[in-house]
């Protein structure tokens, strides 16, 4: 990797839900000017860089992943100057701003969907996947079939998620040309990079019964970011491939299509058989697929993403961790897993403060539409108790809760009803809360992220496993040169785990004694 790709191994980035975020103009509603008024917070926390979840026009079926016009913003959200002032304010403070680019598909509200759908020889009849019958049985994300029928047109067509979300066609070359123009628009503005949305299904394979990671993806991908113009954007792609050679072939530095992506192993695996069901788990899953993957991408000289939570998964914390009376412990100890490993580093809003699952008694406060159509679905063959359950553990809703800066009326978050109830748990775990409390995740993250920030063997060294599969802890060396920063982070049981003579650089327990207690992490330089 050269140098300015290396670079991007220090990237600590803040995904925020702006609808969730904070709201200025009393609506319920998170925006754009939200979010300036809490860069410092950001700075604070020692983040450089922020992901913004789409904040272009939207009517929101998806929360914004229903775009209807890329290049304006949201009316909940504000305005093009918010965010023009918003590029400004972050820079100003060191912050580098990312969007969300859903590349794979539009509004059904957007004008190229509107014109498509009323006739077969528009200027825009072929943006969009269109045929005379079904080509599949493929089902959207969301429930129910892929295909959409179109009496104007006597045609269907594809939605890989919500019937509202049409799958734009990557083989027209209008709207390759139509996808550039949008990342050079925000490049231009100052935009410094793109959270690619399902990229991995903008080039599907219908004869070989692929919805995704079809033959020209990595052809596609590079069209957007290998061109001259903007092959200096960090890009990190929400991907569907599983296997390494792919994940090389969408990151490796000569390739010029992402800088990085998601890889969800660790979060599909842990604590839970799929998303709606859970399964006792421990710790140490998460650490044998976070060690696989570190192997991975360091042989083959890529960039791993580190991260635990997103707006689409329940809490990790809660998941695998212990959410109730060793929450701050547990919390530390996942974050210490992630944060000393090598990557480009992601915290999603609230992890911060060590968020945890939320919990309600009815379907009707769930705002989520993969949440309300999973739950009818579920109650075709359980019952409502049971199928709440499951979205109880499940729902996206969980990590979409307006963000509790304090426990006031609505949490601090707006003086008015907020768009989603906020957090059942939002009066005990809250930013001010956890700001006075002497076990304060915020004040471990901060240090923690200071401790990576300064250590270049954290940012660029070897990484080397000490600890044994059987262990129920994890314990690794971060290497390079003569720095050498050990890190124990124990699991669930009380261990004893050897400690190496050292200054001790972060620890989340006061009394340290030889035996580890439960989810006591060290980390020591040698
Ligand atoms: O998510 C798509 C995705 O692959 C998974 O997150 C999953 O399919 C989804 O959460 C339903 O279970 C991306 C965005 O992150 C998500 O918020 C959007 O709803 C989706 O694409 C469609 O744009
Ligand atoms: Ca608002």
Redesign the pocket.
Known sequence: MTESYLRNLEMMIYQIYPRSFFDTNHDGIGDLNGVIAKLDYLADLGVNAIWL??CFKSPNE??G??ISDYRDIMDEFGTLDDMKRLIKESHGRGIKVIL?L?A??TSSEHEWFKESRTSRDNQYSDYYYWFDEPQNDWKS??LGSAWEYEPKRNQYYLH???VG?PDINWENPKVVAEMQGVVDFWSDLGVDGFRC??ID?ISKDFAGDKKYLGPKVHEYIHDLFGREKVKHLFTVG?C?CKDIDEVYRHCAEHREELTTLFQ?DHINKSGREN?FTPRADSLTVLRDILISWQHETEKRDIIYSLFSD????SWMLSRIGNDKELRFESASCIATMLYMLKGAAFIYQGQEIGMAAAHYDTIDVFDD??SRNKYADFCQTMSPEQALAKINFGS?DNTRHPFAWDDTEFGGFSDTEPWLIPHNRYKEINLKNDLSSKKSVFRFYQKLLALRKNSKAVIYGDFTVLSKPEDKYFVFERTLNDEIIRVICNFEQPSEIAVPKGEILLSNYQNMTFDFAPYEIRVIKL
Not at 310 to 313: F, K, L, W
């Open positions: 979840c789409p998806d929360n992943y229903d969300d859903v794979n598909h994300a969301f890989s998620f919500a979300q949305d399902v299904f929400e569907s969800f998303k997103n707006h689409d998964n539409i993969e996206r």
